[in-house]
């Protein structure tokens, strides 16, 4: 028996293996030792998810907002109560630092509730469309079964998360966990199993084909929620254009710039640059600012306290609250962050900090790289251009700020941007010519809830963290009543 034993799926209300038997062994990348399984699922568990969600879902749709709110409340009541298992579970299986992971449970409970509050914005509007007194209206109304596809790096609160605003806006919904880092998605089917009627929430595991294969052509899922990565999406929106007309919202990757301004105070934009960048999980956030690019007259200073901060990162077991990095997720992701290392040698960038495997008895097993800044990065090197997805700072040196907002918009993302200066033209230049869905301004990391998440060009479709992310999960309908 493995440390966390077998994590089954949730689908029409009973916990359950995969029709097809097989399993995903689930390693603790710290260690690669093998700490779980959970179910590889087939197209026939989707379809019976979506037979279970379809059944159940008329009648949830017909009880009242504060009905549902009430579910959500007490999901988020109950992942608070197994918060500290989830975390033991989670930091084992992803690698991500179990300090600042607490994060995940407060936020994966705070967005349930969110969304559990937001009932009556699925309203309509009353347009005066015609003379006389004629009424015209809109209601926004579910799509039916509704599904979410996640990936490894917050697997448990993407996918809870993921339930509240379909839930609330009175779909069913599926959802897919990530093949690596499968174990979590176990527990919160235990949670929903508790919850909710059969059907209403439902969560299959497995490989991105097929499960994921199949949610996106399933002639009968309408509405997919996506967070991965661009290649993936493209994989999604071609399946699903060879089945039928799919509503599909997209939260992918990024490659952020963090532009600091000769006026910046380097103590600041330092701790900023390392928060942005999210050490506790390997850099491995969608939004995380790994592009610094400083102006040259603060330059060397800048580079150089980011990477004496970033040498001295304490790197280690997961589990132990005083570390500050662990392992990088997986074995093949690991692999690809090793290439992009190898790739910036070879295309003369400059190693600062870090840039290979660390040295001692503890890294011998597991995927360990060390944090890592490079300068004198330009934007033809991959390390310049292309997401890592992993613990690399991307130091760049600029004169001219139009040159520099030219160099941040310079790639095919746009998820995230930072620009650092106390004048305020500058500042809202620079927030207005960057192509990205979201800036700081003095600032790095946070989200807002409340406030609209999600990318332009290639970084994605949609908005979440926000209403908008409700409404997107109801079709609006026009009724006119001719008097
Ligand atoms: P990924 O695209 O490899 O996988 C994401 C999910 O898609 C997994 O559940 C996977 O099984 C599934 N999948 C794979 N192939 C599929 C297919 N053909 N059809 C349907 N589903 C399929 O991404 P990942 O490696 O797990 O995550 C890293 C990426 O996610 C990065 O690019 C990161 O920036 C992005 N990300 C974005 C956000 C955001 O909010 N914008 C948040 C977190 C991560």
Redesign the pocket.
Known sequence: MTQFGDRLMLIGGELVASEGGEWITSVNPATEQVIGRAPAGTAADVDRAYDAAAAAQPEWAAKSIWQRAGYLHKLAAAIRERGEEILQLEASDTGNTIKLLAGDIVISSAMLQYYAGLGTEIKGDTVPASGGQNIHFTLREPYGVTAR?????HPFMFEAAAIAAPIMAGNAVII????TSPLSGGILAELCQEIFPPGIVNLVSG???PV??R??RHPKIRRIG???????AL??QR?AAETCIKHITL????KNAMIVCADADPDAVTKAAIGGMNFAWAGQ??GSVSRLMVHESIYDDVVERVAAKVSALKLGDPLDPTSEMGPVNNKA?YDRILSFMASAKQEGAKTVTGGDIPKGEQFERGFWVEPTVYGDVTMDMRVGKE?I?GPVISAIKWSKLDEVIAMANAVDYG?TGAVWTNDLQVAMTTARALETGLVWINGTQAHYVGTP?G?WKD??LGREECVEELVSYTQSKAIHILL
């Open positions: 596809i996640v990936p490894f790096n897919k966990t990530p093949e490989y991105g084909i994921g294969d949610i996106a996506f967070t991965g990565s661009v290649g993936t994989a999604i399946s939260e992918l990757g990024g956030s969608c992701h997401e997805f998820l998440f990318g970084s994605g």
